[in-house]
Nanobody, 128 residues
């Protein structure tokens, strides 16, 4: 079965960096759209970034220029490099996967309901 396992979260200070990893198994990773979402206490799950089958990337405005999503298909892993972290980035970060539609290799969605598979999440806490 499909499994997504996130790692790399932790407690850091404002301005620090973290790299999250999401290792996937049970799927043909290179054909999947991969996304990162986050959920802070008392808030809805929020789209952070996505990378398509052909490596196009998309970001929520609040992380543009600070976060980078990239994938290593040989390792079945997607990463989220987070720089210049802010206290408002504090949340549980989730990895998500969706088989890329055959009609387009550039399709993605910022809607959590579009994705089929989810990881268990990793906590990121940024202190001020």
């Amino acid at each position: 079965q499909v499994q997504l396992v996130e790692s790399g979260g932790g407690l850091v200070q404002a301005g620090d960096s973290l790299r999250l990893s999401c290792a996937a198994s049970g799927l043909t990773f290179s054909t999947y759209v991969m996304g990162w979402f986050r959920q802070a206490p008392g808030k809805e799950r929020e789209f952070v970034a996505a990378i398509t089958r052909n490596n196009m990337t998309y970001y929520v405005d609040s992380v543009k220029g600070r976060f980078t999503i990239f994938r290593d298909n040989a390792k079945n892993t997607v990463y989220l490099q987070m720089n210049s972290l802010k206290p408002e980035d504090t949340a549980v970060y989730y990895c998500a996967a969706k088989a890329s539609p055959r009609y387009s290799s550039s399709v993605y969605s910022s809607n959590a309901g579009w994705y089929d598979y989810w990881g268990q999440g990793t906590q990121v806490t940024v202190s001020s």
